[in-house]
T-cell receptor, first 114, second 113 residues
Framework: GDSVTQMEGPVTLSEEAFLTINCTYT??????LFWYVQYPGEGLQLLLK?????DKGSNKGFEATYRKETTSFHLEKGSVQVSDSAVYFC?????????????FGKGTHLIIQP | EAQVTQNPRYLITVTGKKLTVTCSQN?????MSWYRQDPGLGLRQIYY???????DKGDVPEGYKVSRKEKRNFPLILESPSPNQTSLYFC????????????FGPGTRLTVL
């Protein structure tokens, strides 16, 4: 079946550091890939997505590129802020017709220190 | 404001006492889904619904029921809750296919004693 693997953390960085959170996936079809973010006490929000190979999703300074050859969708940001502290989930959807939901990774807890 | 609402936000109950967690969306989405979030496991899908009167099992459906009588509502029912159903539950909705964004509710933290 489908699966998503991501580093779990916690990942602790200083403000303005460069961020990479690795995500790799296994899927039978041609999935769409997502990064969701969960701030403390809140539900998940879409951060960015990519629906086909070589697409780059970007939002709020975060970027991720859909790499079919390495089955990866790593999340990057050039300079993190304290407000980026949250849990980040990599996810895939392997059914364009909408039959299935999202398959999530276990989440990466990111802590940014001033 | 486009949103998914859940009630209650927090619930403490005892084993075997039936409960319902409500979910409502105001975006006219056809697809709705329930997930549970557990430490070290991420989010796992419980049930989903493609449209009114159309529901199907997700990855962890045991011990749960759902119904979809109206497009906007998708309640999660625990007929006889057990302690292993203590978890954080999220409802979500989506327009169109799986390549589209899912909108999540704020979550319901359930404790079963």
């Amino acid at each position: 079946g489908d699966s998503v693997t991501q580093m779990e953390g916690p990942v602790t960085l200083s403000e303005e550091a460069f961020l990479t959170i690795n995500c790799t996936y296994t899927a039978t079809g041609y999935p769409s890939l997502f990064w969701y973010v969960q701030y403390p006490g809140e539900g998940l929000q879409l951060l960015l997505k990519a629906t086909k190979a070589d697409d780059k999703g970007s939002n709020k300074g975060f970027e991720a590129t859909y790499r079919k050859e390495t089955t990866s969708f790593h999340l990057e940001k050039g300079s993190v802020q304290v407000s980026d502290s949250a849990v980040y989930f990599c996810a895939l959807s392997d059914s364009g017709g909408g039959a299935d939901g999202l398959t999530f990774g276990k989440g990466t807890h990111l802590i940014i220190q001033p | 404001e486009a949103q998914v609402t859940q009630n209650p936000r927090y619930l403490i109950t005892v084993t075997g006492k039936k409960l319902t967690v409500t979910c409502s969306q105001n975006m006219n989405h056809e697809y709705m889904s329930w997930y549970r979030q557990d430490p070290g496991l991420g989010l796992r899908q419980i049930y989903y619904s493609m449209n009114v009167e159309v529901t199907d099992k997700g990855d962890v459906p045991e011990g749960y029921k759902v119904s979809r009588k109206e497009k906007r509502n998708f309640p999660l029912i625990l007929e006889s809750p057990s302690p292993n159903q203590t978890s954080l539950y999220f409802c979500a909705s989506r327009d169109g296919g799986g390549y589209n964004e899912q909108f999540f509710g704020p979550g319901t933290r359930l404790t079963v004693l």
